[in-house]
C-alpha cells in the first residue's frame, strides 16, 4: 500500500486518483480514532464512528485540506479537525430539533482534572476549547487531539513533534483552564 506521503505528494502534482487513494488509506486509521472518541458517549447517541469518519472525510475530500497537507501530521490535524467539526454541527441540529433536540452530553474525563466521568455539553466544550485556542492555539490542539482524535498523550506528543513532558504539562494546564470554564 502506498504511503500517505507518496500520496500527498502525488496529489501535488495534480492527480487526481492519489486523492481517492489517500481516503482509502486514511479511512482505517479515522474509524480507529473515531471508536476511541465515541467510545464513552452515551448508548443513546445517534452519531456512529463510521458516520463521523465518512462525515469528515467528504468535509476533506472537499475543502483543499488535501493539496495543502504539506505531510502526514498535517493531514490528521486536519482530519482531528474535522471530526470535532461534525461532532460540534451534529450537537447543534440535535440541540436545534424541535423535538427531543436536548442538550448533547459527552464524557470528558480525560480533559477536566478532579471531575470523575462529568458529562458535559459538546457545544459549551467547544465554545471553551476556542477560548483556550485564543490564549494557547497549542493546548487547544492537544485537546483536541486527544478528545477528538482519540489519540493517546504520546500519539499527541509525536503528532505535534514536542517532547512528552511538554504535551503533559500542556494537557493538565488545559485541563485546568476547560475546568474553571465548564464549571463556572
Known amino acids: 500500500m502506498e504511503s500517505v506521503t507518496d500520496l500527498l505528494g502525488r496529489i501535488h502534482a495534480g492527480e487526481q486518483v492519489a486523492k481517492e487513494r489517500l481516503v482509502e488509506c486514511l479511512y482505517s486509521e479515522l474509524r480507529t480514532r473515531a471508536e476511541a472518541t465515541m467510545r464513552n458517549e452515551r448508548a443513546w447517541h445517534t452519531l456512529q464512528p463510521t458516520a463521523l469518519v465518512h462525515e469528515a472525510l467528504v468535509r476533506l475530500y472537499e475543502s483543499s485540506a488535501f493539496e495543502n497537507a504539506a505531510d502526514r501530521r498535517y493531514l490528521f490535524a486536519a482530519a482531528t479537525r474535522a471530526m470535532r467539526r461534525v461532532l460540534v454541527d451534529h450537537a447543534r441540529m440535535r440541540k436545534a430539533e424541535k423535538r427531543g433536540g436536548g442538550m448533547t452530553k459527552v464524557p470528558i474525563d480525560f480533559a477536566i482534572a478532579s471531575v470523575e466521568a ?63 470554564q465548564l464549571t463556572a
Open 118 to 180: 462529568r458529562q458535559i455539553d459538546v457545544l459549551d466544550l467547544d465554545a471553551a476549547l476556542k477560548r483556550l485556542g485564543e490564549l494557547s492555539p497549542r493546548q487547544e490542539q492537544v485537546i483536541e487531539l486527544r478528545f477528538f482524535g482519540g489519540l493517546s498523550v504520546p500519539e499527541v506528543a509525536q503528532q505535534l513533534g514536542r517532547g512528552l513532558s511538554t504535551i503533559e504539562a500542556d494537557l493538565k494546564a488545559a485541563k485546568a483552564f476547560l475546568y474553571g
